[in-house]
Each structure stands twice: as structure tokens, then as C-alpha cells.
């Protein structure tokens, strides 16, 4: 459903992504995992259209949508919960989840089934997001890329800085979104968490692919070293 081939991105002078390829099927969830700069949230922006590849391709369902504008990608059913969730944080909970509306695109996604999914926001649907938890905050911000009715989520760190129970309770309703056939590519830094959830998994180091598989395949030791960037070998660090 979703591709992306030979992914280069930078910001100025710095070269955030580097040739990356990754694919996602409906119904599929992938994970990039990564440490602090490796270029995650730029590989998930790229795709939901903001920020400009240098080079590569991106297409959803066979078709390019690299020079589509980000408003045009929702449109199409491709929508992003950005890091640090972004909510208006003076308008209520049922005003944030209404801005996910504004595509107009059709589907079974509405309040109704928001508030299905996290019970606790019905009561709470008029106070303003500000008073809520971070767990809270993120399930909102979910919540509003779901009025969408995404066909492909683009998920950057939902559990940051949320304590564990909440992260579990977050990525619980996981399942239900990927029986809907929603593709879901996330990213995480909570390698544990992600490698949970994901029927696939990418590494990122520097920007480049350093590791991809499926998690069962994967031993510790290979994605340490792919996110750390240990060569394996015998020598000191840095040898080439
Ligand atoms: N808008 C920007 N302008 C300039 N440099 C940027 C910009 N956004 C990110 N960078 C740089 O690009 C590199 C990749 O950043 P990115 O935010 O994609 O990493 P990340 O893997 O999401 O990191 P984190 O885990 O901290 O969220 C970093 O070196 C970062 O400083
Ligand atoms: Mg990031």
C-alpha cells in the first residue's frame, strides 16, 4: 500500500535519511526503530509530506505522491500523530478530535467510535486538553488522526515520556486499528515496545538502514548493534 524508495532527506547541509527503502501493507504494523537524532521522525514526516525529499520516491497504492502536498496525503487517507502529540491545548477534547474531520474524508471512524475505543474521554470531551495526563494527551492526538479514518497511520513516539502502564494501554488498541486493515508504521524509541507490536521492524542508524527483519528473528545482540552501530568485530571503536 504504502512504498518508499531510496528515501534521501536533509535538512540544510545535514543528511538526516539516506537511501531508505521501506513498504507497508494494509493491516500491516512496522516499526523504525532508532536512537535520539537517527533520522526517525524525518523518515515519517518525509512521508506525510513535510519535509521535501532530496531524492527517491514515495507512492500509496501505486501511485506517486512524492510532490503531494501534506493536506492532499490526508486526503488520501495517509495521517501522521506527530511527536509531542501537537494538541490545542486550550480547546477541548472533542474540539482536538474534530480537527481530524477537516479532510472530509468517509468512514466508520467518528466520535462515537473514539469514545468506543478510550471510554474516559466521553465525560471529559469538554474540558481542555491542557488538564489531561501525557497518556491522556496521546490517546487524543490518536484519536484525532483516527476522525480521519486513516487507511495508513504514521505513529512518531507515542509512548515519550509516558509512564509504562500507559504505554501498554496506548498500543493496546493497537489490535483493533490493524483489524480495520489500517497499516500502521510507527516509531519508537522504546525498542521493547515496538518490537512488541510490529510484524516488522527497520532499524535506523545515522540515517541509513542498519538492520530489518521480522522481531522473532532478530537476536539482542544484532539489534544492538545496529542501533549502536557496533561493527561485531574485534577492534577498537571507531576501526574501520
Ligand atoms: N527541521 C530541522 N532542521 C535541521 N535539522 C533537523 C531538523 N529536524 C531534524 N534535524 C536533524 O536531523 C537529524 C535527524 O533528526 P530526527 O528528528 O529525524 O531524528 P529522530 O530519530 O526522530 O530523533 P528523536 O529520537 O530524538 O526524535 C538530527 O541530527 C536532527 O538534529
Ligand atoms: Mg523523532
Same mark, same amino acid.
Given at each position: 500500500m504504502l512504498e518508499v524508495r531510496n528515501l534521501t532527506v536533509r *535538512? @540544510?547541509? &545535514? =543528511? /538526516? +535519511?539516506t537511501n531508505v527503502n521501506l513498504a507497508l501493507a494494509a493491516g500491516e504494523t512496522v516499526a523504525i526503530i532508532g536512537a535520539n537524532g537517527a533520522g526517525k521522525s524525518t523518515l515519517l514526516r518525509s512521508i506525510a509530506g513535510l519535509h %521535501?525529499? *532530496? $531524492?527517491?520516491?514515495?507512492s500509496f497504492d501505486g501511485r506517486p505522491i512524492t %510532490? &503531494? /502536498?501534506? *493536506? $492532499? %496525503? +490526508? %486526503? =488520501? @487517507? &495517509? +495521517?501522521l500523530v506527530p511527536e509531542g502529540r501537537r494538541l490545542f491545548p486550550s480547546l477541548s477534547v472533542e474540539e482536538n478530535l474534530r480537527i481530524g474531520t477537516t479532510s472530509g474524508r468517509p468512514g466508520s471512524w467518528d466520535l462515537r467510535r473514539v469514545f468506543h475505543l478510550f471510554p474516559w474521554m466521553e465525560a471529559r470531551r469538554r474540558e481542555p486538553t491542557v488538564h489531561l495526563s501525557g497518556g491522556e494527551q496521546q490517546a487524543v492526538a490518536l484519536g484525532r488522526a483516527l476522525m480521519a479514518n486513516p487507511r495508513v497511520l504514521l505513529l512518531d513516539e507515542l509512548s515519550l515520556g509516558l509512564a509504562p502502564t500507559m504505554v501498554r494501554r496506548i498500543y493496546g488498541v493497537l489490535p483493533e486499528l490493524v483489524r480495520d486493515g489500517i497499516g500502521v508504521l510507527l516509531v519508537e524509541q522504546d525498542v521493547g515496545q515496538a518490537l512488541r507490536v510490529a510484524d516488522r521492524f527497520q532499524c535506523l542508524l545515522e540515517g541509513r538502514t542498519t538492520l530489518e527483519g521480522r522481531p522473532r528473528e532478530a537476536t539482542p545482540a544484532a539489534v544492538e548493534a545496529a542501533y549502536f552501530g557496533r561493527s561485531g568485530r574485534a577492534g577498537p571503536p571507531g576501526a574501520p
Open positions: *535538512h @540544510g547541509y &545535514l =543528511q /538526516a +535519511v %521535501r525529499p *532530496h $531524492a527517491g520516491d514515495i %510532490r &503531494l /502536498a501534506s *493536506h $492532499a %496525503r +490526508v %486526503r =488520501q @487517507g &495517509l +495521517v
